[in-house]
């Protein structure tokens, strides 16, 4: 008849004291007859054999004195012989009854090694899981920020080759003032395709201000053209859109200005078309 899990759980929950030895010949038996039938027992056994070795290492091991030796060898023999003296009984009675809480405290000590060890095993494989989850989710984030950049970087190509490209291109050089005198810029215009700017060995820019390009035409009044940045080296390529009834430039020029730029120039000249 096959065993009820009420039953199962029962012998499971001997294990500990199997490997002990704490149990009766009669619940060894039975346990023994199960456990050669049931591989989650068999696992449970191993399991707690290891940690039950590795207790027993941790205890100082003492050879016992010569009386205590005779005494033990004695007795093994008068139980082979199946005769057990009353007092031998009775010692191994009290014996038995004095050592029965140390296996039971035992058996939960292995049990809980046991289990934590589990935890322990489980809790490190979930930690690494996650570091791979995270790991695989930040290269998703870059190889999307790289195909971004790249995108914006193509589209940013083909539009400054569409300028340079143009039928009615105009080209102004532009030189460096006395702020930047090492400084040289380059803007190539075309009324229907936009404008593209280059400078070189612009100074670094205080905090709170940016540079600011400005066509300058027939008219009074420059006309912004937009704002930009340079990199660390000084180096700047950028792109603007220029109305198609933008004045014909006469020159540019570069300033700089605060952060956001102003409505009409206001700073030190950093770069000048002749």
């Given at each position: 008849?096959?065993?009820?899990?009420?039953?199962?759980?029962?012998?499971?929950?001997?294990a500990a004291l199997y490997v002990?030895?704490?149990?009766?010949?009669?619940?060894?038996?039975?346990?023994?007859?199960?456990?050669?039938?049931?591989?989650?027992?068999?696992?449970?056994?191993?399991?707690?054999?290891?940690?039950?070795?590795?207790?027993?290492?941790?205890?100082?091991?003492?050879?016992?004195?010569?009386?205590?030796?005779?005494?033990?060898?004695?007795?093994?023999?008068?139980?082979?012989?199946?005769?057990?003296?009353?007092?031998?009984?009775?010692?191994?009675?009290?014996?038995?009854?004095?050592?029965?809480?140390?296996?039971?405290?035992?058996?939960?000590?292995?049990?809980?090694?046991?289990?934590?060890?589990?935890?322990?095993?489980?809790?490190?494989?979930?930690?690494?899981?996650?570091?791979?989850?995270?790991?695989?989710?930040?290269?998703?984030?870059?190889?999307?920020?790289?195909?971004?950049?790249?995108?914006?970087?193509?589209?940013?190509?083909?539009?400054?080759?569409?300028?340079?490209?143009?039928?009615?291109?105009?080209?102004?050089?532009?030189?460096?003032?006395?702020?930047?005198?090492?400084?040289?810029?380059?803007?190539?215009?075309?009324?229907?395709?936009?404008?593209?700017?280059?400078?070189?060995?612009?100074?670094?820019l205080p905090a709170g201000k940016?540079?600011?390009?400005?066509?300058?035409?027939?008219?009074?009044?420059?006309?912004?053209?937009?704002?930009?940045?340079?990199?660390?080296?000084?180096?700047?390529?950028?792109?603007?859109?220029?109305?198609?009834?933008?004045?014909?430039?006469?020159?540019?020029?570069?300033?700089?200005?605060?952060?956001?730029?102003?409505?009409?120039?206001?700073?030190?000249?950093?770069?000048?078309?002749?």
């Amino acid at each position: 008849m096959p065993m009820s899990s009420t039953e199962h759980d029962e012998l499971r929950e001997q294990a500990a004291l199997y490997v002990l030895g704490a149990l009766t010949a009669s619940e060894r038996a039975t346990f023994e007859a199960h456990v050669n039938t049931c591989a989650e027992c068999q696992a449970t056994v191993k399991a707690l054999s290891v940690v039950a070795d590795a207790l027993s290492q941790t205890v100082p091991q003492h050879e016992p004195a010569p009386a205590v030796r005779t005494r033990v060898l004695t007795l093994v023999g008068v139980a082979r012989e199946g005769v057990i003296p009353m007092h031998t009984s009775l010692t191994r009675e009290r014996s038995a009854m004095s050592i029965a809480p140390w296996l039971a405290a035992a058996a939960s000590l292995v049990a809980a090694v046991a289990l934590g060890g589990y935890a322990t095993a489980m809790r490190a494989r979930v930690g690494t899981l996650e570091a791979r989850l995270r790991e695989a989710v930040q290269r998703a984030d870059l190889n999307e920020r790289q195909i971004a950049d790249l995108r914006r970087a193509s589209t940013e190509a083909q539009s400054q080759l569409a300028v340079v490209a143009a039928p009615d291109l105009q080209r102004i050089d532009l030189a460096g003032q006395p702020a930047a005198p090492r400084s040289a810029g380059r803007a190539f215009w075309s009324r229907s395709r936009g404008l593209v700017f280059t400078a070189s060995n612009l100074p670094a820019l205080p905090a709170g201000k940016t540079y600011q390009l400005w066509v300058l035409t027939k008219q009074p009044a420059p006309i912004s053209a937009g704002l930009f940045k340079p990199d660390a080296g000084g180096r700047v390529t950028s792109m603007f859109d220029t109305p198609v009834d933008l004045p014909q430039p006469v020159g540019m020029a570069v300033t700089i200005e605060p952060e956001g730029g102003v409505p009409a120039p206001s700073g030190d000249k950093y770069l000048v078309s002749p």
